[in-house]
């Protein structure tokens, strides 16, 4: 199983719509959760940290579950903006070791 | 601006050439790294340095070779690579490393084609 695994996308939506992107972790120990964005041919930006008792910033929400090990990313009301890569990253070996990415999953955003 | 500033934006090179990607962080970070994004992959990691220190050698081929001459700037020197080394090299920076709630900060990256 890799450890950060991520809904395969893309995912076309329409504008104003709600979107859902889940994340899975293999390693039960993680300790910190993120998502990034990634603009096309650009460098990844990260979005927002993903706390214990949830989290939202304006249109987006963050979650985590431990216990099922997914963290998931929900953006309400779709803008075209939005359309970008989104990342989930998790400091999966926590310790003296970097963060490890997922693939990503790309958001599509239509007028 | 993220404050980690990369050059060059762009670089074409022939298997023979030697080059060198620069990255310098203005953030007063102790922890560096290199980055390769290839296409519908993961972003991989290549090197870590804390406090100028390499602390992590993923495996990659001896072609690359990384330089952290102080805190602020980290280098990637390139000799006689491969067309399927041909990628986005993004250099990143955080606070330290290891710590739980460590964000990274990525320069723009170097869009590396190798001919």
């Known amino acids: 199983r890799k450890e950060v695994e991520q809904d395969p996308g893309p995912f076309n939506v329409p504008e104003g719509a709600t979107v859902a992107f889940n994340c899975t972790y293999s390693?039960?120990?993680?300790?910190?959760f993120f998502w990034y964005r990634q603009d096309c041919r650009k460098e990844p930006k990260l979005l927002m940290s993903v706390y214990s008792s949830g989290n939202e910033d304006g249109r987006f929400t963050a979650q985590l579950n431990r216990a099922s090990q997914y963290i998931s990313l929900l953006i309400r009301d779709s803008k075209l903006s939005d359309s970008a890569t989104y990342l989930c990253v998790v400091n999966s070996r926590p310790g003296n070791t970097p963060l490890v990415f997922g693939k990503g999953t790309r958001l599509s955003v239509i007028a | 601006e993220t404050g980690v500033t990369q050059t060059p934006r762009h670089l074409v090179m022939g298997m023979t050439n030697k080059k060198s990607l620069k990255c310098e962080q203005h953030l007063g970070h102790n922890a560096m790294y290199w980055y390769k994004q290839s296409a519908k992959k993961p972003l991989e990691l290549m090197f870590v340095?804390?406090?100028?220190?390499?602390?992590e050698n993923n495996s990659v081929p001896s072609r690359f070779s990384p330089e952290c001459p102080n805190s602020s700037h980290l280098f990637l020197h390139l000799h006689t690579l491969q067309p399927e080394d041909s990628a986005l090299y993004l250099c990143?920076?955080?606070?330290?490393?290891?710590?739980?709630?460590?964000?990274?900060?990525f320069g723009s990256g170097t869009q590396l084609s190798v001919l």
């Open positions: 340095y804390s406090l100028e220190e390499r602390v």
């Open positions: 990143a920076s955080s606070q330290d490393l290891g710590v739980v709630s460590e964000k990274l900060f």
């Open positions: 390693n039960s120990a993680s300790q910190s």
